[in-house]
């Protein structure tokens, strides 16, 4: 089922300069953060929220979603 596709292992990110840490389980989490708690956009969160509303359509599956959004948190 599109929308629910949890990621094989949780991510765990820092959101903000001095936030807390969340715990990012599935990419409707991922998609949340990219679009609520990224400060900045950059050419990764611009890929990894394309790959994750993918997932969401069902046209792409994990873990190509998770693997992109870690991208997108280390850089």
């Given at each position: 089922?599109?929308?629910l596709?949890k ?8 959101v ?15 998609v949340?953060?990219l679009?609520?708690d990224?400060?900045?956009q950059t050419?990764?969160s611009?890929i990894?929220?394309?790959v994750?509303l ?5 046209k792409?599956r994990?873990?190509v979603?998770?693997?992109a959004?870690?991208a997108a948190d280390?850089?």
């Amino acid at each position: 089922m599109a929308g629910l596709s949890k990621f094989e292992r949780p991510v765990i990110v820092q959101v903000g300069r001095h936030g807390s840490e969340r715990i990012v389980l599935d990419v409707n989490d991922a998609v949340a953060i990219l679009l609520r708690d990224i400060g900045r956009q950059t050419e990764k969160s611009r890929i990894a929220m394309d790959v994750c509303l993918q997932v969401l359509r069902g046209k792409a599956r994990s873990p190509v979603d998770r693997r992109a959004f870690v991208a997108a948190d280390a850089g």
